[in-house]
């Protein structure tokens, strides 16, 4: 018997280098989550030979190159063309991730029927969905247009058969990890065959001109399923935030090539699909006739916008010996860091009380700049006196009790003027204590 020939690694970890015969989604090694994959070696390395250049294809110098603009296309929802830098651009591909659920096929069937509704055909192939589905979501949604074409397809060459038959002026395709390649031997969704059908759509965008847009799935963790390769891929990588118990959604920019990554798009799921908020200034504030103890607002910034939240703080004494610290909206770790400086540098004595503290509306608030107004919403509630009325608060608290400067203190003031909060407690204010003051009295 011919002796057995040992089979070489197929997968690599790209965290710590560890090789497995099969792909798993958690490294045997590292334990890490998608980071396994296809392990090429190059049989010829070595042997390339240097190739000549043409004189049409030298390279020049950057001052001779030609200046091609690049022009955005409106799709008609301008909270989405704000994210995009302006609109479309021909033969871009567009990767949108978001969880199960948020809304990825409900905003992209109502930008397909803005678009078709200007006369562009569009093709929407759906790999998870019946024609019959996405007709019944279109109908309720009122996205009903006779040059948007559906198509329920999960192989590849009939996909690219499609647009071949249709030559559309926008792809829409859902999703990366449900469609398959018959050139791959692997099931559809591995990293293979996803890196596959996101190559041959990409090579459609460009040769044709047009714009693709690819939904592509998350992990538990938020990371999009798949190599790490598709994002570098892409041209634009956007992600639809949300939470299930709240109708407010968020679309942000990961990566952009053709406008910034700061901005962000606010709608809101409703019966009858993503209606767009153009200003969501009044969204996360209270409407009460009276100032109530133990709440405070500030001003957060979601790309470049200046949103008012407000901040809900409840202190309760209690006779156990942990007392309890439960958040929602902001990071647990930061309240109890806030309690520690409340406690050693205002004399607070927060040790003997439960704490709660939560965002009105849903927000989440990531950045230090609600320090400040998270720390006034506390102590107005162990004082149990309110915060002076018109007042916005706005300011990153350090350890030593000091109010540390944040971005775009201007535009977070006018904002607040625009609200009619006219009485601002910022970093010029110095110290907590002297921030307590200001926004409580003595």
């Known amino acids: 018997m011919p002796p057995k020939t040992k089979q070489q690694p197929a997968f690599k970890c790209t965290e710590c280098g560890a090789s497995s015969l099969k792909w798993y989604g958690q490294c045997p090694e590292c334990q890490a989550w998608g980071t396994l994959v296809d392990r090429f070696e190059s049989q010829t390395a070595g ?16 001052t001779e190159a030609p200046i091609d603009n690049v022009a955005h296309r409106p799709t008609g929802i301008g909270e989405f063309d704000r994210v995009l830098g302006g609109g479309l651009v021909p033969g871009a591909a567009i990767l949108l991730s978001g969880e199960p659920g948020v809304g990825k096929s409900t905003i ?10 200007k006369g562009t055909t569009v093709l929407y192939a759906s790999a998870e969905e019946s024609v019959n589905q996405v007709r019944m979501r ?54 293979s065959q996803v890196r596959e059908v996101a190559s041959a759509l990409i090579r459609v965008a460009k040769t044709r001109g ?27 990588v956007a992600h639809i935030e949300g939470d299930r118990h709240t109708a407010l959604r968020f679309v942000r920019t990961i990566k952009n090539r053709f406008g910034p990554t700061d901005e962000v798009g606010c709608f809101e799921m409703t019966g009858e699909g993503m209606t767009e908020v153009p200003d969501p200034s009044g969204l996360f504030l209270s409407e009460r006739p009276e100032p109530v103890s133990g709440t405070c607002v500030t001003v957060a910034l979601e790309g470049r916008r200046a949103l008012p939240v407000e901040i ?16 929602n909206g902001v ?77 775009s ?13 006219a009485h601002v407690v910022d970093p010029s204010i110095g110290s907590i204590d002297r921030a307590l003051t200001a926004a409580l009295g003595n």
């Open 210 to 236: 047009v714009p693709v847009i690819i939904v592509g799935h998350v992990t538990k963790d938020g990371t999009i399923a798949g190599p790490r390769l598709l994002e570098h891929l892409v041209d634009v």
């Open 312 to 327: 809900q703080a409840l202190v309760q004494k209690t006779n156990a010996p942990n007392p309890r610290r439960v958040t």
């Open 108 to 117: 992209l069937l109502e930008l397909a029927s803005r678009v078709a509704a």
């Open 331 to 407: 990071d647990t770790s930061r309240v109890a860091m806030l309690l520690a400086v409340l406690e050693r540098r205002t004399k607070h004595k927060l040790s003997e009380y439960d704490v709660y503290v939560s965002t009105v509306g849903g927000v989440k608030l990531q950045e230090p700049a609600a320090d400040l107004a998270i720390a006034i919403a506390i102590a107005s509630s162990i004082r149990n006196r309110p915060v002076r009325d018109g007042t916005v608060v706005f300011g990153e608290v350090s350890l030593a009790g000091e109010i540390r400067r944040v971005a």
């Open 138 to 191: 279109a109908q309720r949604t009122n996205a009903l247009h006779d040059t948007l074409y559906l198509a329920s397809e999960t192989d590849l060459s009939t996909v690219l058969g499609q647009i071949e038959r249709l030559d559309p002026g926008l792809i829409i395709v859902d999703s990366v990890q449900t469609v398959a390649s018959d050139t791959v031997d692997s099931l559809a969704g591995q990293p």
């Open 47 to 62: 042997r390339i030979q240097a190739a000549t250049i043409s004189e049409s294809r030298a390279a020049r110098p950057i």
């Open 409 to 421: 203190a201007n535009l977070r003031a006018a904002e607040a003027k625009r609200m009619g909060l």
